[in-house]
């Protein structure tokens, strides 16, 4: 008789570097050993439960974004994923070309099922859906700070509309009352809904318990979507249809690192401002102007002496942040993508010098386009994750190519989430080990070392 691997029981390609590492990270707090590599490049690890792939196919020309995804889900099927899961923002940043819909009706012809389900929902952040418009707090999305995004200003709140707008099938909406009845009234009405040729379904989501009856009812879809706070849910459906046992789960565990520390910020979100100034009241923190950049100006020296003068006794901050009215102004003069692209190739080329040639060891980059660029630039094609420890704090450790004794240890901050105080209390907490037992009985996890960071 022949044993072979145990197949991949989840496989899942994000559009952005620190949505995908919140959701390997979710896995991870849950007892899931996860792999998570990045581009298309590096090869899937065996022995893993599940693999997360991460791209940077968000704002991308969606013909581009779907040869991605696609290839990105026929190497997770070939390591034998049982079910592909794309990932998206909570707040379903996209343009009005996509990448949402394209990725995920090219996803859908690719794996058959016929129907696939969109569940952004991030309830422990009050990101919820309700008769299919997503509020942030109290506040509708298009009312939001999600308006002003720099790449995907999101204008509707109608996630119907928007999802419409993107794709060639027919979105329906799974509405609240249906998801509050439970799984069998999701199944069943899923199961309707397709008969009647709406194949693309957005859930109302308004409670965590209605992210669990959803990733219940979708456990077995070939392809499902969302943000990861849905995918949090499914390994309890694993074990429940008899797919993992507790014996297969893993406590989760992050090396101490030491050595100089630094926050490279792209993100322009009010919760990154917000971080920064908190950080800079104790810490040395550097703005760049990108108007003198693209004047001539060689920003990335003045950052270099700026580090210099600074490491390795404080931790430091290098940002892009601009107001509002001077993003646009850039925006104006230099379009949106140009402005984009410079600010994140001055924060990759920072990166470079800090890392490779300031010797810096801790490292959290806030903005996911901006985290994409960097760890490219930083030649990192894998990453192993610790457990998720609440919104935006998902660390992690890389190995630079080239220094592989050497670790980095990373956090990729998704723009819009993480409390005040979380570039100062995650760079402490990189420097003493952790280890954190499977969080399969309760969610969200309670936060064992940064209670103070979200
Ligand atoms: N001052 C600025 N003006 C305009 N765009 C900027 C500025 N600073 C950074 N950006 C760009 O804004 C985008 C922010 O996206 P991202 O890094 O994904 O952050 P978030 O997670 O908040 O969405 C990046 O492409 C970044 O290069
Ligand atoms: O929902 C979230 O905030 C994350 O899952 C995510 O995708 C982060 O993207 P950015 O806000 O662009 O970092």
């Known amino acids: 008789m022949t044993t072979s691997m145990p197949s991949l029981l989840f496989g899942a390609i994000a559009d952005d570097l620190t949505g995908g590492t919140e ?16 581009g298309l490049q590096a090869p899937i690890p065996s022995g893993n439960l599940a693999h997360v792939i991460l ?14 995804v696609l290839e990105a889900a026929d190497r997770l099927a070939e390591a034998g994923a049982r079910q592909i899961f794309f990932k998206y923002c909570a707040t379903f940043d996209s343009t009005p070309a996509g990448n949402i819909g394209p990725c995920a009706e090219a996803l859908l012809d690719r794996l058959g099922g016929g129907v696939t389900l969109f569940t952004p929902a991030l309830c422990e952040t009050g990101r919820t859906v309700y008769q299919g418009h997503m509020f942030g707090g109290a506040q ?16 509707d709140s109608n996630l119907v509309r928007v999802l419409q707008a993107q794709s060639k099938g027919r979105v329906g909406l799974v509405p609240c009352l249906t998801v509050d009845a439970g799984t069998e009234a999701i199944r069943n009405t899923i199961r309707e809904q397709s008969a009647r040729g709406e194949t693309l379904l957005i859930t109302d989501t308004i409670r965590e318990r209605d992210l669990a009856a959803i990733a219940e009812a979708a456990f077995d879809l070939p392809l499902m979507t969302g943000n990861s706070s849905v995918a949090a849910h499914l390994p309890p459906a694993w074990l429940a249809h008899g797919l993992l046992k507790t014996g297969d789960l893993v406590a989760a565990s992050l090396p101490a690192v030491n050595g100089p520390a630094m926050v490279l910020a792209g993100s322009v979100a009010d919760r990154t401002i ?22 001539g100006d060689d920003v990335v020296a003045e950052a270099r002496a700026f580090a210099e003068r ?51 060891r801790r490292l959290v980059v806030a903005g996911g386009e901006t985290a994409g660029s960097v760890v490219k630039a930083l030649g990192i094609d ?8 609440g919104p935006g704090l998902s660390r992690a450790i890389a190995h630079l190519p080239g220094l592989p004794s050497d670790p980095l240890a ?23 080990p952790s280890t954190i037992a499977p969080a399969i009985d309760t969610w969200p996890p309670t936060r064992p070392t940064t209670g103070k960071a979200s």
């Open 55 to 68: 791209l940077k196919t968000r704002v991308i020309a969606a013909s581009d974004a779907v040869r991605q």
């Open 310 to 360: 600074h490491l390795p006794d404080a931790m430091i901050a290098i940002a892009t942040t601009a107001p509002q009215v001077t993003v646009e102004a850039l925006q104006e003069a230099h379009g949106r993508e140009t402005v984009a692209a410079r600010a994140e190739a001055i924060l990759a080329g920072i990166a470079q010098i800090l890392v490779r040639e300031l010797g810096v």
């Open 274 to 295: 917000e971080q920064l100034e908190r950080f800079a009241q104790s810490n040395p923190l550097l703005t760049i102007d990108l108007a003198s950049a693209f004047a």
């Open 382 to 389: 894998r990453i192993a994750m610790g457990a998720y420890e």
């Open 23 to 38: 959701l390997a990270s979710m896995l991870v707090a849950r007892g899931i050993s996860t792999g998570c590599t990045v």
């Open 410 to 432: 990373l956090m990729l901050k998704s723009g819009k989430l993480g409390g005040a105080n979380i570039f100062t209390d995650v760079l402490q907490d990189m420097t003493r």
């Open 140 to 155: 509708l999305l298009a009312e939001s700070p999600k308006r002003f995004d720099p790449l995907t200003p999101m204008t």
